[in-house]
């Protein structure tokens, strides 16, 4: 039973503009969220995190939206880069010491 | 800072071999530790954990076994390999609840 869902498997953006990634879940004892961006062959790398009493949180070119009455979450990369193209992990946790991991959606930023 | 190192890196193995993947973390006391596997294309799918040592928890039942004899090592292993074993293993440590999940380089295995 998959309680993080990224229901957009690919998503392909020009150089310059938004990158908007969507992650829902089912899972109304998450309570923390967070974004992981992975390169083939190696390991994810943390990006942003939000605590379930916030409903934004910013660092840099990224931002977390967390809107809990809707199960949903979504990343924002302002201004994309070619860097940026990665595959891109949603993933929560609740009381426990686990994360539950979406599958994941791969950003393409054209030059 | 900390560190986490996984190896080897690549491993093809044939079927009915045993397995040791070793992971170590760096630069903290007891971290939580895990063992994911992702299979091609999809997720990241939890094997184990481990809040201390000799202290394993198993999320999925399957052929691989997990254990922590040290503060920061945590070891997967297999008594005997079967196809579906083939996959990209990746270690991760955290200091805590509500702390990211920091991950090591993974190891690509592959059974023959």
């Known amino acids: 039973d998959q309680q993080v869902k990224q229901n957009s498997p690919s998503l392909s953006v020009q150089e310059g503009r938004i990158s908007i990634l969507n992650c829902d879940y089912t899972n109304s004892m998450f309570d923390y969220f967070l974004w992981y961006k992975k390169y083939p062959a190696e390991g994810p790398t943390f990006l942003i995190s939000?605590?379930?009493?916030?409903d934004k949180n910013e660092d840099g070119r990224f931002t977390v939206f967390l809107n809990k009455s809707a199960k949903h979450l979504s990343l924002h990369i302002v201004p994309s880069q070619p860097g940026d193209s990665a595959v891109y992990f949603c993933a929560a946790s609740n009381t426990d010491y686990k994360l539950s991991f979406g599958a994941g959606t791969t950003v393409t930023v054209r030059a | 800072s900390q560190t986490i190192h996984q190896w080897p890196a690549t491993l093809v193995q044939p079927v009915g071999s045993p397995l040791s993947l070793e992971c170590t973390v760096e630069g903290t006391s007891n971290p939580n530790l895990y063992w994911y596997r992702q299979a091609a294309g999809r997720g990241l799918q939890l094997l184990f954990y481990s809040v201390g040592i000799g202290q394993i928890s198993s999320e999925v039942p399957q052929n691989l076994s997990a254990s922590r004899p040290q503060d920061r090592q945590f070891i997967l292993s297999s008594k005997k390999l079967l196809l579906s074993d083939s996959g990209f293993y990746l270690c991760a440590w955290t200091s805590g609840r509500r702390q990211p999940q920091h991950f090591g380089d993974g190891t690509r295995l592959s059974i023959l």
């Open positions: 939000i605590s379930s009493i916030k």
